[in-house]
């Protein structure tokens, strides 16, 4: 089982970067998919999150405009589009994969791609 994060770089303030992640050895189908960040001394945050059908996205109000998440159930991708984005918004970048069967939680993480916005 494993998430695999690509897509990250060095970008200008105001460019952008589409990142993808990539499952193997599962499928996605039944997650609820989403990207974190975690910026160096901070917290991982969520940036982007969508259900496992694809019907709903939920993002964090720093990005809402200028980022947007998307899935591919048949190629077990999600994508996040990141437009416009600011120096603030340098950090490691990272997959999550999610679901709850009853008492049951599967969680998994990417290792990270990282992004770097330069001012």
């Known amino acids: 089982v494993q998430l695999v994060e690509s897509g990250g770089g060095l970008v200008q303030s105001g460019g952008s970067l589409r990142l993808s992640c990539a499952s193997s050895g599962f499928s996605i189908r039944s997650y609820d998919m989403s990207w974190y960040r975690q910026a160096p001394g901070k917290e991982r945050e969520l940036v982007a999150a969508?259900?496992?059908?694809?019907?709903?996205?939920n993002y964090a109000d720093s990005v809402k405009g200028r980022f947007t998440i998307s899935r591919d159930n048949a190629k077990n991708m999600v994508y996040l589009q990141m437009n416009s984005l600011k120096p603030e918004e340098t950090a490691v970048y990272y997959c999550?994969?999610?679901?709850?069967?009853?008492?049951?939680?599967?969680?998994?993480w990417g290792q990270g791609t990282q992004v770097t916005v330069s001012s």
């Open positions: 969508i259900t496992s059908l694809g019907g709903s996205t």
């Open positions: 999550n994969a999610n679901r709850r069967i009853w008492a049951a939680e599967y969680d998994y």
